[in-house]
């Protein structure tokens, strides 16, 4: 990714809950408008079919517990501090007009006076600083995309929509899927499903593939441990489901959160009522730890152990006996 551009910069007025962004750079007719991205991958596997080009949106409305990529969570760029990379030299603390880099019991702080000026980033030349979260226009994103268009053409692959959670910019969504319907893009969103359903099924017809996360079925469960209640989740599944939608529901396996049988059965009887006949489990893994240091943010999960490959097995054939496709991981 390129740094953030500074003449870019947008304030986002508010964002609610549902996938309704409220700003001017959402709501106002452009010629190009911009949305933000935090990171967009390139040879991906594990996002849907074939070879992927994976395109990371910022902010997402739920605050889970083990989440990947917390760098996602807010609608606005934000500071990374690799320490591991950090020489203590002081140039970035001389060089921030704001004050708001600081050094206390050696380590490197960023204070809320950060402006996200992106001045400290021209004087760290460890390349410690990093701001994450760029605003780019469509054209900008479909020109990555395309760079991988012969690994689409030649395994059946295409871009992926991911976050975050990609129905948070919807109007900067919808027109990506739209250059990725005109160049003829296989197109797959990865969604949370807390979003307005009239934005969801409004956009329906131009996914190709709904990669659609089911976490937990209690929903006082769910609003612990992902910061919001699921009935809207299990509502929004429900129609794209009946609206003949390709899905694919995802479960990541959380030990001691929601990697029980009975958890997973109950999902497998849910999608046999609905008719979706594929699942990916997802095994949690800790690799995201380091990026919840960067951001200065606590990860409550860091002692948690991975799920055993014998309950991940158990789990796999309880499914499979309930007459499910199930993959682990994400290839489709």
Not at 42 to 61: A, E, M
Not at 116 to 126: H, I, N, P, R
Request: hydrophobic share 35%.
């Amino acid at each position: 990714m390129e740094p953030v551009r500074l003449n870019d910069k947008v304030t986002i007025a508010s964002a609610s809950l549902d996938g309704d962004v409220r700003s001017s750079e959402f709501s106002t007719v452009r010629a190009d408008p911009k949305g933000l991205v935090f990171e967009i991958q390139r040879f991906c596997l594990h996002d849907g079919p074939g070879i992927r080009t994976t395109v990371f949106l910022k902010g997402c409305p739920l605050c889970c517990v083990w989440c990947h990529n917390p760098e996602g969570r807010d609608f606005k760029p934000s500071v990374m501090y690799f320490e591991d990379r950090c020489r203590h030299c002081g140039e970035c603390i001389s060089a921030c007009p704001h004050g708001a880099i600081r050094e206390v019991d050696g380590k490197v702080e960023t204070g809320p006076e950060c402006e996200l000026c992106g001045t400290c980033l021209a004087s760290c030349q460890a390349e410690a600083r990093q701001i994450s979260g760029n605003w780019m226009t469509v054209q900008e994103v479909i020109k990555k995309v395309e760079e991988d268009r012969i690994f689409f053409d030649e395994s059946g692959g295409g871009v992926t929509f991911s976050g975050g959670e990609p129905f948070y910019q919807p109007h900067f969504l919808g027109l990506l899927l739209d250059a990725c319907r005109e160049r003829q893009i296989h197109t797959v969103v990865e969604t949370c499903g807390f979003v307005k359903s009239e934005i969801l099924l409004s956009l329906k017809d131009k996914v190709d593939l709904f990669l659609y996360d089911v976490k937990i079925l209690d929903s006082s469960k769910h609003e612990k441990f992902t910061g919001v209640p699921n009935e809207l989740i299990l509502e929004n599944l429900e129609k794209l489901a009946s609206a003949g939608a390709n899905v694919i529901v995802r479960v990541p396996l959380i030990p001691t959160v929601n990697d029980s049988e009975e958890e997973t059965l109950q999902i497998g009887r849910l999608l046999n009522k609905l008719g979706i006949t594929r699942i990916h489990l997802l095994p949690y893994h800790d690799t995201a730890g380091a990026k919840y240091t960067r951001l200065t943010m606590t990860y409550s999960l860091k002692d948690l152990e991975r799920p055993s490959s014998e309950s991940i097995v158990r789990l796999v054939r309880g499914l499979e006996g309930q007459g499910l496709n199930v993959t682990l991981g994400g290839q489709s």
